[in-house]
């Protein structure tokens, strides 16, 4: 019953910072603050979705279950690491472009 409420918790969190990120992206002014927004809460609402997942596997006690469950943690390590390491290089890649960074003033969307 209470692992329910733990599972239910994390994956309506990860819904909410998926969805927040989303709305980031949409109305942030330049592609920078568009992936800072997308890099971080798309980390966060992953691992939180992951989590949740891997403890609703893991509430069965029996090997299959768990095997599963192992495998949706190393999925949360791999992206933990693979996310922010893509919006680094991607900003890399806009900053190496010349994409010139908004300004607080900058009238362009």
Known sequence: MIIDIVVITFVVMGLVLFSVGTL????????YT???A?????????????????LWQARHVDLAHLIVAAKILLILVFVSFASPTATHDMVDA????????WRKGDKRR
């Open 24 to 31: 980031g992206i949409l109305r942030l002014p330049d592609a």
């Open 34 to 36: 568009r992936m800072h």
């Open 38 to 54: 997308a890099g971080k809460l798309d980390t966060l609402g992953s691992i939180c979705l992951l989590f949740g997942l891997a």
């Open 94 to 101: 806009g900053m190496r472009a010349g994409i010139i960074p």
